[in-house]
């Protein structure tokens, strides 16, 4: 650490050390603070360039490892990545209901046990509970793009419990994570012990 300027005054006044020599020695202490410093910030700029390279990786890594279902796309004949809109359950309970014949509706009730009409007037009550919001219709994701669908999501609750279905078969049933899957079953579970067993 360079002396106090009451320290150099002290010095430069005694005859142990002359002005030129105490010139130099400042000179050389000002170069080794301007090299410390030098050295100081490349180490910050490598560090956040590791950061960065770190997190772009995790990202990357997170990305190539996550699970995908690939349909073929009608229009060109290519296989593209799936979305819930293209699962059978999509298409059948919830765009074209009025096309259930009255097998299905025995099928449906079989699998899923619970009746068609009481399924419909179930997913209007849980899209109106604030303990499902982040599935209601409408809702966003922390990506701005749409929340999975709680039809599909309800009947992956329902298909669990009653046929005792993994997470990872509902999501080839609906194209939908068997993390999503799982975390929206903790909820449905949560609501049924306090809300419908009341009712």
């Not at 005054?9 to 603070?33: A, M, T, V, Y």
């Not at 309970?93 to 096309?99: A, G, I, K, R, T």
């Not at 509970?129 to 219709?137: D, G, L, S």
């Not at 990872?168 to 799982?182: A, K, V």
Request: charged share 30%.
């Amino acid at each position: 650490m360079p002396p106090s300027s009451n320290a150099l005054h002290h010095l430069l006044l005694s005859e142990e050390l002359c002005p030129e020599k105490f010139l130099s020695g400042w000179k050389r202490q000002r170069d080794l603070e301007e090299e410390e410093e030098e050295l100081l910030q490349a180490c910050r700029a490598s560090s956040s360039s590791l950061a960065a390279d770190h997190v772009a990786t995790r990202k990357q890594r997170k990305k190539d490892t996550s699970a995908k279902m690939f349909v073929i796309d009608r229009d060109s004949g290519e296989p593209r990545e799936g979305t819930p809109h293209d699962s059978l359950w999509w298409v059948n309970y919830v765009m074209c209901p009025h096309l259930m014949t009255p097998r299905m509706l025995h099928k449906f009730r079989r699998c899923f046990r619970m009746p068609f009409k009481t399924w419909q007037e179930l997913v209007d009550k849980l899209n109106t509970e604030e303990i499902f919001a982040p599935w209601h219709h409408g809702a966003k994701n922390c990506f701005g793009t749409a929340s999975s669908s709680l039809q599909l999501l309800s009947l992956g609750a329902l298909r669990y419990l009653g046929r005792k279905c993994t997470f990872d078969c509902l999501e080839e049933l609906t194209f939908i994570s068997e993390r999503t899957h799982e975390r929206f079953f903790a909820k449905y579970i949560e609501y049924g012990a306090t809300n419908l067993y009341t009712e």
